[in-house]
């Protein structure tokens, strides 16, 4: 046993005491150490509204003062390969297919998916345009296999997507639950950022009703704020919603990374929502914009893969919460080379489409431009309306309306390939109207006539149905609601249009089921159904050409 004297005792206290003071030291300095974390940074890079554009569209984009051809799916996967950094994240704010080119829409957009999954992403918030070939089609897409009529056209089979389509607001009738995840939660090391992906609650006023009868469209305010607490409950504050619904700037060319004067329903859509939002990914209106609206960063990236929106995040370690944002609108220009293996997909699918896509169907004398004049009247329009017409003359047809929405690309003199001046080929005039509708024609009377009319202004929106020639009327823009249009100035081959007088009106299958909120058509009786509507342009071209512009007046506006 060993005895140590008192001044022994005494050193050891104090020796335990200066190691205790030591130890704490230590651990406090690793307190202070933790506390100093360094800031996380995230990057988001996202496009909306792609329709299954492959190979680019014909449009361009400004750039420095000059037009810029720009798009292409290899191309916009090069660029997401290039400004990806350790921390990113690639998501889409819906119409990734459907209104899709040939070589996409041919084989049920399966290429597109396909080119999607190659360019890495990972999330796709359901937009209207998903829905156009029904529920059931849309979740074959994710799931992956053969379509149930077409089979597998490539020979190879198609196993879906590979990233998640996100649906917070889209509800089966039968159990109430959401037809896709609502919502995803990306980790980026100890940061969790959470994303609610939904569409616009009018999304059945814009396709086709036959194929969404199983399920229905929810508010997407109500949406965003439910998943927004349960982000919270699970202590998440970075919050990111993907919605397919968007705003209209006064110009988006001027500078796309601002956002003059805008409307639309995304500003109360981003007012209403939580404070907890940090950034709205939005589509739908095919504009670009990056704003600030109520406390959110909001952006767009116009459509068909023209731009791609870079947002980048700096979260606070500790909290969670976002320390600052910004965001840039990068155009897809079509230098350098594209991504390769992305490449072999269109490779692959122009190949097969091509001498369906290539064939000449008829000649332009010039123009057939999709811009509206001070009546709301186009020269593509006035077209189709009159091809319309004219392929359903057999079932009686007197007038013909085509919805503008309908209508995704104009008819250019000037060729894009080989065909030559003036050449039309099948695929332009599929790109032009590329929803497969038929044509419908049925009964109403001047009454129902003078009411399908009026609907173009209803709530204060403007939708002017493209009349066939001979068919004419006025419209009052100061004019009450209900009584825009002068019934005396309603007239068909220059005779006056009689209430109770029965007219065969022809329109496509998506307005005769009441598409773009024209219900009182659901109601035209003796119905009578006709060629599909590209095919009706076909049969047009191949009498008429060269096609010219019509300049004879159908619409007048007034104050």
């Not at 051809?69 to 290039?82: H, Q, R, S, T, Y």
């Not at 040939?102 to 999330?123: C, K, Q, R, W, Y």
């Amino acid at each position: 046993m060993k005895i140590y004297s008192p001044l022994f005792t005494g050193l050891m206290l104090l020796s335990l005491v200066s190691c205790s003071t030591r130890a704490k030291k230590i651990t406090d300095e690793k307190e202070v150490v933790e506390v100093k974390k360094e800031q996380v940074q995230i990057r988001i890079l996202a496009f909306n509204d792609f329709h299954g554009n492959l190979e680019g569209p014909s449009g361009s984009v400004m750039v420095e003062g000059k037009r810029v051809k720009a798009g292409g799916a290899d191309f916009l996967a090069a660029k997401i390969k290039e400004r990806r950094t350790e921390n990113t994240m690639v998501v889409s704010a819906g119409d990734l297919i459907g209104a899709s080119p040939l070589i996409s829409a041919v084989f049920h957009d399966e290429p597109t998916i396909e080119a999607a999954n190659l360019m890495g992403l990972e999330l796709n918030a359901v937009g209207n345009h998903e829905f156009d070939e029904g529920v059931d089609e849309l979740k074959r897409m994710q799931k992956g296999g053969c379509h149930p009529t077409d089979g597998c056209q490539d020979g190879d089979g198609f196993s879906g997507a590979t990233f998640k389509f996100l649906a917070a607001n889209v509800f089966e009738k039968s159990n109430g639950e959401t037809i896709f995840a609502s919502t995803a939660i990306k980790k980026f090391g100890d940061i969790s950022v959470g994303i609610v992906g939904l569409t616009l609650e009018g999304t059945p006023s814009v396709v086709s009703s036959e194929g969404i009868q199983s399920v229905r469209f929810g508010d997407e305010v109500e949406a965003i704020n439910k998943a927004v607490s349960e982000f919270q409950a699970q202590g998440i504050e970075t919050i990111v919603v993907l919605v397919h619904e968007g705003g209209f700037p006064t110009s988006d060319q001027a500078d796309r990374n601002q956002c003059p004067g805008i409307s639309g329903p995304i500003l109360e859509i981003a007012k209403n929502s939580s404070d907890a939002v940090d950034v709205f990914i939005t589509g739908h209106t095919h504009k670009a914009y990056i704003c600030e609206m109520d406390g959110k960063l909001v952006t767009a990236a116009k459509s068909y893969g023209r731009l791609l929106t870079e947002i980048d995040l700096v979260i606070d370690p500790i909290t969670g919460d976002v320390l600052s944002r910004e965001a840039n609108n990068i155009v897809i220009d079509r230098q350098g080379i594209g991504q390769e293996n992305v490449k072999q997909v269109i490779s692959k699918y122009r190949a097969i489409v091509s001498p369906i896509a290539n064939k000449p169907i008829g000649k332009i004398a010039s123009d057939f431009k999709r811009d509206y004049d001070e009546n709301g009247i186009s020269p593509l329009g006035r077209l189709i309306a009159d091809v319309q017409l004219e392929g359903t003359q057999s079932a009686g047809a007197q007038i013909a309306f085509m919805n503008p929405g309908g209508i995704r690309a104009p008819l250019n003199f000037i060729a894009s390939g080989v065909e030559g001046e003036g050449v039309v080929t099948y695929s332009e005039a599929h790109t032009s109207q590329p929803f497969g509708n038929s044509l419908v024609t049925m009964t109403l009377t001047g009454a129902q006539l003078k009411l399908l009319l009026e609907a173009q202004f209803r709530d204060k929106k403007i939708t002017i149905l493209q009349p066939s020639s001979g068919f004419i009327y006025t419209w009052s823009q100061s004019a009450p609601f209900g009584t825009k249009v002068d019934p005396a100035s309603m007239k068909l081959g220059g005779i006056t249009i009689e209430r109770m007088k029965e007219y065969r009106i022809t329109v496509n299958s998506f307005l005769a089921d009441g598409g773009d909120g024209f219900k009182l058509l659901k109601h035209g009786t003796k119905r009578v159904g006709g060629p599909i509507d590209v095919e009706a342009l076909v049969n047009y071209f191949s009498i008429h050409s060269p096609v010219k512009v019509s300049t004879d007046v159908r619409v007048l506006k007034k104050k």
